[in-house]
C-alpha cells in the first residue's frame, strides 16, 4: 500500500521541486543582471583629487602683488601656480629683508620654514636657483621664495632669522657648492670627510673620483682612486634545479654549402 502510494505521489513531488528550483534561480539571474547595469552618467566629470580653491587663488595673487609692492626693489615676479602656490621670485641681495617681511608681517606670519633646495641649470648665467619654502599655520598658507645664484657668488644665510634654516643650508653647501655667509656652523651633512666636490652639480661625475672600501689587510677602510677596471670573470649559467639540461632549445644551424673544386666547375 505504501509503495503505491509513493509511486502516485511522486510525479507532484518532482513537479514542486523543479517550480522550487526554478523560483530559486529565477531572482540570482535577476540579480546579476542588476549587477550589470552601470550607474554612471555619461557626463564628463573633472578629476576630484585636489580642489582649487578660485577664492584662495585670488587672495594668494593679491598677497603677491602686496609684497611686490612694498618691496619693489627685490621683487621681480610673482605668480599662483597648482591653483594654491604662491612663489615670489626675488633678487639674491633681497633674501633677509624679503624673510624678515614674511616672518614679522601681521597678515603673513610665516614662522616655519619647510624646506630649502636647489636647481642645477649650467647653460644660465646664474646655475644655481635656490627655492625656499615657508609655511604659515596661523592663516594655513605656504609659499615659496626664489631666487638665483652662481658658484662664486655666496648668498645671505637665513639661519640667523629663522634657525631651522642650519641644516638645509649645510645640505645645499655640501651638495650644491653654494656658500652662505654669516653662518653659524656651516659644514658638509651628508659626504664622508675629506669629500672633494660636490655631487649634485651637473659636472660632478656619476662614478665620483675616489672609492672607499674596506681593506681585509689593514683592517680598515681606505681612500683609493676609482679604477674602473673590472677583472675577467665567467659566469656559470647551470643551476641543478633544471631537469632537463640536455635539452635546451638551441638556435637552428645555417646548412652547409657544399664545396665545388676548380675540376668540377670546368665539367660544368
Known sequence: MASKLGRLLRPFANSLGRINHRSVQQPRVLAQLCRLQSTTTDKDKKPTVRYVDAAKTQNLL???????????????????????????FIH???????????????????LNITDITAIDVPT?????????ML???????????????????????ITPVLPGA???????????????????????????????????????????????????ELGRCVVEPLELAQEFRKFEFSSPWEHF??????EPKAPEQEKVTAGEKEKK
Open 62 to 88: 593679491e598677497f603677491g602683488q602686496y609684497v611686490s609692492d612694498i618691496l619693489p626693489k627685490y621683487v621681480q615676479k610673482v605668480e599662483v601656480c597648482h591653483g594654491d602656490e604662491l612663489e615670489i
Open 92 to 110: 639674491p641681495d633681497g633674501i633677509i629683508p624679503v624673510i624678515l617681511f614674511l616672518r614679522d608681517h601681521h597678515h603673513a606670519q610665516f
Open 124 to 132: 644660465r648665467p646664474y646655475r644655481f636657483e635656490l627655492i625656499y
Open 135 to 157: 609655511l604659515s599655520v596661523r592663516y594655513n598658507a605656504r609659499i615659496k621664495v626664489k631666487t638665483y645664484t652662481d658658484e662664486l657668488t655666496p648668498m645671505d644665510s
Open 166 to 216: 642650519n641644516w638645509y643650508e649645510r645640505e645645499i653647501w655640501d651638495l650644491f657648492g653654494v656658500y652662505f655667509t654669516n653662518h653659524p656652523d656651516l659644514r658638509r651633512i651628508l659626504t664622508d670627510y675629506g669629500f672633494e666636490g660636490h655631487p649634485f652639480r651637473k659636472d660632478f661625475p656619476l662614478t665620483g673620483y675616489v672609492e672607499v672600501r674596506y681593506d681585509d
Open 245 to 250: 639540461p640536455k635539452y635546451r632549445l638551441t
